[in-house]
């Protein structure tokens, strides 16, 4: 048994077992697992955020559709956990986190929601934030236009290079920009996990795995440290 879980453990957890029906319990002896279970909505959504608790953010259902005002609410509270050195750059970095990733899942996934879990160490200055979608992931984003690929993992090269499923190269923007800035700007570490492929990403190395249970749409994780950091040369491009 898990001593411990993260975003990045649970939030694919979560929208298998609710996509597939299936029920999940918290073992009596680990208590302060449980506690943070029922913190955070786990395995269910939770449409609030408890602003008593500022550093467990709940496990959200989040419609494409419109801006969700849950959304800002997740900014905020993590932004006001972050110390003072950090918090104006941050501010900036999570707002461009937030906007690439919930508008690829509008644009791309083929679908009407999607899920969303962060959470923030205070301790170590450490967040994680997790962001899943049952859409019809990048490979089939991909068919049908000038980078159709044959398999998963070429599908999430396309995306990581900056190949846009609509005919044009986003480099520095969208998901390469995302990627470089929390990987080298922040120095930390990305997964992104679609169909059978599963690529981890941390400063310029990635390992690339065949996963046996295929995930149908997207999902990325991000875990990172707190610094003060200029986003903008990694989002620029050049």
Not at 90 to 98: G, H, M, S
Not at 217 to 223: A, E, K, S
Not at 226 to 234: F, Q, S
Request: with cysteine; proline share 4%; charged share 20%.
């Amino acid at each position: 048994m898990a001593s411990w879980v993260t975003p990045i453990h649970l939030l694919p957890l979560s929208v298998y077992a609710n996509s597939h029906n299936i029920r999940i319990d918290c073992e009596d002896n680990a208590r302060k697992m449980c506690d943070y279970f029922d913190r955070i909505g786990f395995p269910c959504s939770v449409k609030t955020v408890d602003e008593s608790d500022p550093t467990a953010l709940p496990l959200s259902k989040l419609g494409t559709g419109i801006d969700d005002d849950v959304l800002g609410r997740y900014e905020e509270t993590i932004i006001a956990n972050v110390s003072p050195g950090s918090k104006s750059s941050f501010r900036n970095a999570l707002k461009y986190l937030t906007s690439e990733l919930t508008t690829n899942v509008r644009e791309h996934s083929g679908v009407d929601h999607y899920w969303l879990l962060a959470q923030y160490w205070p301790s170590t200055e450490t967040c994680e934030i997790a962001i899943a979608d049952i859409g019809k992931g990048y490979l089939e984003s991909y068919r049908g236009t000038n980078y159709e690929v044959n398999n998963h993992h070429e599908a999430i090269r396309n995306t990581v290079e900056g190949y846009s499923s609509k005919g044009w190269v986003e480099r520095g923007t969208g998901i390469p920009g995302t990627i470089r800035l929390f990987t080298e700007g922040y120095g930390g570490e990305i997964v992104v996990y679609t169909g059978d492929a599963l690529w981890h990403m941390k400063e310029r190395a990635t390992s690339r795995y065949d996963v046996p249970i295929s995930w149908r749409g997207v999902f990325l994780g991000l875990r990172f440290q707190m610094r003060n950091v200029n986003i903008y040369p990694y989002i620029s491009g050049d």
